[in-house]
Nanobody, 126 residues
Framework: QVQLVESGGGLVQAGGSLRLSCAAS????????MAWFRQAPGKGREFVAV????????YHADSVKGRFTISRDIAKNTVYLQMNSLKPEDTAVYYC???????????????????WGQGTQVTVSS
């Protein structure tokens, strides 16, 4: 059974930083892309960033490019989202997702993903 467990969320002031982690288990992820999405109250789930497990290629949404960085540690089976220069509009629940054999740049909608974590709250105060 695939499990994705997020951690690292919290309350931070604008301009601050957080690092989210997603611990993945239950199968080999070499044929997967792993992504972060976020969902603010009253809004749909928004793509943030994606990484190909094998090779490490990445793609970031324009709204976070230059501020957020997705990475993975194969030995720890963990995906990270380093978030710098946080803004109040980054406030949301952040979800980790895994998609089998998805195309990296095209995998920007929730329907591209097969497994989801439970989410971790990030709140940025002004």
């Amino acid at each position: 059974q695939v499990q994705l467990v997020e951690s690292g969320g919290g309350l931070v002031q604008a301009g601050g930083s957080l690092r989210l982690s997603c611990a993945a288990s239950g199968r080999t992820f070499s044929s997967y892309v792993m992504a972060w999405f976020r969902q603010a109250p009253g809004k749909g789930r928004e793509f943030v960033a994606v990484i190909r497990w094998s090779g490490g290629s990445t793609y970031h949404a324009d709204s976070v490019k230059g501020r957020f960085t997705i990475s993975r540690d194969i030995a720890k089976n963990t995906v990270y989202l380093q978030m710098n220069s946080l803004k109040p509009e980054d406030t949301a629940v952040y979800y980790c997702a895994a998609g089998f054999n998805a195309r990296l740049v095209a995998a920007t909608t929730p329907n591209d993903y097969d497994y989801w974590g439970q989410g971790t709250q990030v709140t940025v105060s002004s």
